[in-house]
């Protein structure tokens, strides 16, 4: 079955940077969208970065400049670098998958557990 499983979060600093990754598994990887959403306590899940199987990539306006999502076939792996990070970035992250290309709507059939960020102001 299809398995998402995300790591590299943790604490920083404002301004600071983590690199969150996800291991996909149980699917063709290639062929399905990815994408990665965060939620906040007390917020909806918001998108935050999408890639489609054209590599054609979608930002979140707040993320933009920032964010950068990015993908490693071979090893089945979807990343999130972000950079210059903000107390507003704190969330739960999870990476998502699907055949069809949701972006950064919510509609993706497939989540990870979620990873915590937190930024320290």
């Known amino acids: 079955q299809v398995q998402l499983v995300e790591s590299g979060g943790g604490s920083v600093q404002a301004g600071g940077s983590l690199r969150l990754s996800c291991k996909a598994s149980?699917?063709?990887?290639?062929?399905?969208?990815m994408g990665w959403f965060r939620q906040a306590p007390g917020k909806e899940r918001e998108g935050v970065a999408a890639?489609?199987?054209?590599?054609?990539?979608n930002y979140a306006r707040s993320v933009q400049g920032r964010f950068t999502i990015s993908q490693d076939n071979a090893s089945n792996t979807l990343y999130l670098q972000m950079t210059n990070l903000k107390p507003a970035d704190t969330a739960m992250y999870y990476c998502?998958?699907?055949?069809?290309?949701?972006?950064?709507?919510?509609?993706?059939?497939?989540w990870g557990q979620g990873v915590q960020v937190t930024v320290a102001s």
């Open positions: 149980g699917y063709p990887y290639s062929s399905y969208c």
């Open positions: 890639l489609d199987t054209n590599d054609y990539t």
């Open positions: 998502a998958a699907d055949p069809d290309g949701w972006s950064l709507m919510p509609y993706y059939g497939h």
